[in-house]
């Protein structure tokens, strides 16, 4: 087998893996670390189909600042921390 | 002519080794071992090598320039305070290695009510995508490891992936002071993002080009980019020294308020490495400001290129040092301030000089 086309099935499952386990997981912080998994592949699999660009400003966009912006959505209204007591 | 590079010159080399080991085997005579022999002098592997020492060697040097910045941090701030700074070995040059062996062996504590998994990934994540900063800037164009079309591009995208796992790591940490460290972190660099992709964005329409040697070889022939587009140079030293969270702008691990910030809970090695990435970052960003700004490896001949370029960036460095010894933390409303009522116009003039310049047909 040629070795990009191990390269790009590895990839698509860690890619798969990743949005199959954001569905999966019940912490929703994970979730979203899964997420990033998932567009970091999605952004290596454009790059496989020659659009450099796209894939970079995929991981530009959607992990630097989706990402960041939905962990500030989810943490902003959470009350309390996880194990031990409720957290003022 | 064809310029010598790093990865040519060690190809040849490589391939010179591996004829003279095909004649040493032919030598002895022994048939059954012959085919290492063959094997080291085919493309492949030679190929293959070629690459891993590349890399191994522009690593090391990246990494011994990064802490060659901490040992400087630390020196000149002594000057700065009538004090004579570190001293252990040749002019306090060990002291890094002194402090890497100590964090080495102290014990890897997580804390009870932590999210064990996240809060060994986010560093690893941390201190992948600083590390993987280090090889996207060249030195010069013989002295880099690779050379695609959007390099500046991949910078940026790698160096926007910090917010998201500084993020992670104060919340896995399970502190409420790790977790507004950590709100402010990603809040501060988000915001200062924005400025520094817009002078980037004047640097692409001056240039043409995201690719770094392009870059510089525009510089080399007309003129170095800090003086047309000064408000931007400006700009972008002020957002990189916000990005490499740094004294003016250091909120996210305010000592007197936050204890350590977002990075409170990690200790140990984990707490080294994280304080190497912080100044790798810092040496990225003034790298990225050597290279964009001042001309890169541009210089007289009596000096290699990549001397130039490292004298460039320790000087860059110098003056971030400076403005941390002279100027105390600013406030979250002052910051913001800065950020998105100073900076952020800043570079909108910035982008219109330059399309006005590259419209009037001046450069």
Redesign the interface.
């Known amino acids: 087998m040629d070795l990009s086309e191990l390269l790009f099935l590895i990839i698509a499952g860690i890619t798969v893996g990743a949005a199959i386990s954001v569905l999966v997981t019940k912490e929703i912080i994970r979730a979203v670390f899964y997420l990033t998994f998932c567009f970091i592949g999605v952004g290596i699999t454009f790059i496989f189909l020659n659009a450099e660009f796209l894939g970079l400003i995929q991981v530009l966009v959607y992990v630097g600042a989706i990402n960041v912006l939905i962990l500030f959505g989810v943490m902003l209204t959470k009350r309390r921390l996880t194990g031990g007591g409720a957290c003022e | 002519m064809v310029e010598t590079t790093l990865f040519s010159l060690l190809h040849g080399l490589a391939l010179w080794i591996g004829e003279v080991a095909q004649w040493l085997i032919k030598v002895t005579g022994i048939k059954e071992i012959q085919f290492i022999g063959d094997w080291a002098v085919t493309g492949g592997p030679v190929n293959f090598l070629t690459i891993l020492l590349v890399c191994a060697i522009f690593m090391v040097a990246a990494l011994l320039v990064g802490i060659t910045c901490i040992w400087q941090e630390r020196k000149v701030l002594g000057r700065i305070m009538d004090r004579r700074g570190t001293q252990v070995g040749m002019l306090g040059l060990f002291q890094n290695f002194a402090d890497a062996i100590k964090t080495l062996l102290k014990e890897l504590i997580i804390p009870?009510?932590a999210?064990k998994?996240?809060f060994m990934?986010s560093v690893t994540g941390l201190i992948g995508s600083s590390v993987l900063l280090l090889g996207l800037v060249p030195w010069s164009t013989r002295f880099f490891v690779a050379n695609?079309?959007?390099t500046l591009?991949?910078g940026?995208?790698?160096f926007?992936?910090a917010?998201?796992f500084i993020?992670?790591g104060g919340?896995?940490s399970?502190n409420?002071y790790s977790?507004i460290g950590a709100?402010r972190g990603?809040a501060q660099l988000?915001a200062y993002?924005i400025p520094i992709l817009m002078v980037v964005l004047s640097i692409i329409i001056m240039t043409g080009s995201l690719n770094f040697n392009v870059i510089v070889a525009f510089q080399q022939t007309h003129m170095w980019l800090m003086f047309p587009l000064f408000i931007g140079f400006i700009t972008f030293f002020v957002c990189g020294i916000a990005e490499s969270e740094r004294v003016p702008f250091d909120l996210p691990e305010a000592e007197a308020e936050l204890v350590e910030g977002w990075q409170t809970e990690y200790g140990s090695i984990q707490w080294g490495l994280i304080m190497m990435a912080d100044y790798l970052r810092a040496y990225v960003v003034s790298a990225l400001i050597t290279v964009l700004f001042l001309g890169g490896w541009d210089g007289p001949t009596f000096l290699w290129p990549e001397v130039w370029y490292l004298i460039k960036v320790f000087f860059v460095f110098f003056i971030m040092i400076w403005v941390r010894s002279a100027t105390v933390r600013i406030r979250t409303d002052q910051l913001l301030k800065i950020g998105w009522k100073r900076l952020l116009p800043l570079s909108v003039v910035n982008l219109g000089i330059a399309v006005v310049m590259k419209a009037m047909g001046w450069f």
């Open positions: 009870r009510d999210d998994k996240l990934w695609p079309e959007l591009l991949i940026l995208a790698v926007s992936l917010p998201f993020m992670i919340w896995a399970n409420k977790m709100m990603a988000i993002e």
